[in-house]
């Protein structure tokens, strides 16, 4: 999860950057606070719910534990510090990024190939501008 990182560049772009977790809110909390992610909104799901709505699958053995995860996982670890913790949740579920416009409209979304497979922020940010250009 590297989004974080580049708060001040979703702000300029006039975005509200929001991470969703298959969490209770107790532990949801707990990962707020552990990355130091305050004000940032993060909300529980521990049911999945948005991640069925948003069509993201369960990862198969080779998406979770294969080469590329792996290899994505070594070097975002490396580059930031930060190594994987204790999961919570469906271990299996694969995760993604989506850009929701004001009224609902979802312009432009990811869903991860496999476990390391995370949209940049930079790229992120250019698919927002590109949505915004398209209009709702």
């Given amino acids: ?4 990182r ?8 006039g975005a509200r950057l929001v991470l969703i977790g298959q969490a209770s ?3 949801a909390s707990h990962f707020r ?22 069509g993201l699958r369960r990862g198969s053995v080779t998406q979770l534990v294969g080469p590329r995860s792996l290899g994505s996982g070594i070097r975002h670890s490396l580059r ?5 913790g204790r999961p919570v949740g469906d271990v299996a579920q694969l995760g993604g990024e989506m850009i929701v416009l004001p009224g609902g409209t979802v312009p432009w979304s990811h869903a991860q190939e496999h476990a ?11 698919a927002l501008s590109g949505a915004r250009g398209r209009g709702p």
């Fill in 33 to 54: 606070d552990k990355l130091g992610l305050d004000p940032l909104p993060v909300l529980a799901d521990d049911e999945r719910v948005s991640y069925r709505a948003a």
């Fill in 6 to 13: 580049a708060r001040e560049e979703f702000d300029t772009a």
């Fill in 80 to 84: 930031s510090g930060v190594v994987q």
């Fill in 1 to 4: 999860m590297q989004l974080h």
């Fill in 116 to 126: 390391g497979d995370t949209t940049s922020p930079e790229d992120l940010i250019a």
């Fill in 25 to 27: 809110p107790r532990q």
